[in-house]
């Protein structure tokens, strides 16, 4: 069994097709984590369609929440705390200064991430976190969010550098490594330094990788080429990435 933690199922073509072809992978569970407001009841229905096989994330993306009015980012985040209980995880949820530039954006995008991840903290939920641009910013959050909850953090998309791994083995924080594994040398070196114990897969899709389209069924070939890394079975790999999310899901903390 492989679990791709983090993609945008809601925005694929046909989720259904997706989530089938996936399952003809071997990629059973798919995590649909959420950006925009309208994204969250879309992903509680597919959820619904697909017990079992979806996990709900609800949150509202950095990038978002900079394109939006804050009445509109208010409304968001009243749906979020409203539903937030019918979800397993927050997320996507973090930082993003791609879209934040000016100390007046980015203080804004930090402050409703404080207030998301409080609402994750009450209703005990994992958080999912996205990070472009600024990777220790979120990094730090991460680390607080865990220490202050019983609560696990994932960073998504996180394999940019090595120096920051070790600083998330440290502290326990999980990190998913997606398709950009399969050819990029530096993402290698990167998923070699997280902890067996912490590393987790994804696919971002449909965000197009290495211009390929995107879709969940790619966690196997993400799974396959960090076995080939690691010089371990795909089986091995699949059981300990997998149980690493039910542990990441449940609050159980690794202590390394
Ligand atoms: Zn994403």
């Given amino acids: 069994m492989l679990i791709d933690t983090h993609c945008h199922l809601d925005q694929l073509p046909n989720p259904a097709a997706a989530l089938a072809e996936a399952a003809a992978q071997g990629v059973t569970q798919v995590v649909a984590v959420s950006e925009s407001a309208a994204s969250m009841p879309a992903v509680l229905a597919l959820a619904e369609a697909h017990p079992g096989a979806v996990v709900a994330g609800l949150g509202l993306h950095p990038a ?120 990029n040398p530096q993402t290698q070196q990167v998923a070699l330094a997280i902890a067996d114990e912490l590393l987790l897969i994804e696919t971002d899709a449909p965000v197009p990788i290495g211009g390929q389209p995107n879709q969940p069924a790619r966690a196997r070939i993400v799974a396959e080429k960090l076995a080939t890394l690691k010089q371990r079975p795909l089986e091995e790999l699949a059981a300990l990435t997998t149980a690493n999310f039910q542990r990441y899901l449940s609050g159980g903390r690794m202590t390394l």
Wanted: glycine residues 4%; proline residues 4%.
């Fill in 64 to 183: 978002w929440i900079s394109q939006q009015t804050p009445e509109e980012v208010e409304a968001g985040f009243q749906f979020l705390a409203a539903h937030l209980a019918s979800a397993q995880i927050l997320g996507e949820v973090g930082l993003d200064h791609k879209w934040a530039t000016t100390p007046q954006q980015q203080t804004f995008q930090e402050e409703i991430l404080a207030r998301q991840l409080a609402l994750a903290a009450a209703a005990g939920k994992p958080a999912n976190l996205h990070s472009r641009r600024c990777p220790r910013q979120v990094m730090e959050r991460a680390i607080t969010f865990a220490r202050q909850t019983s609560l696990n953090a994932q960073l998504h998309w996180f394999t940019h550098s090595r120096k920051l791994i070790h600083q998330c083995n440290d502290a326990g924080i999980y990190v998913s490594v997606g398709p950009m594994v399969v050819d």
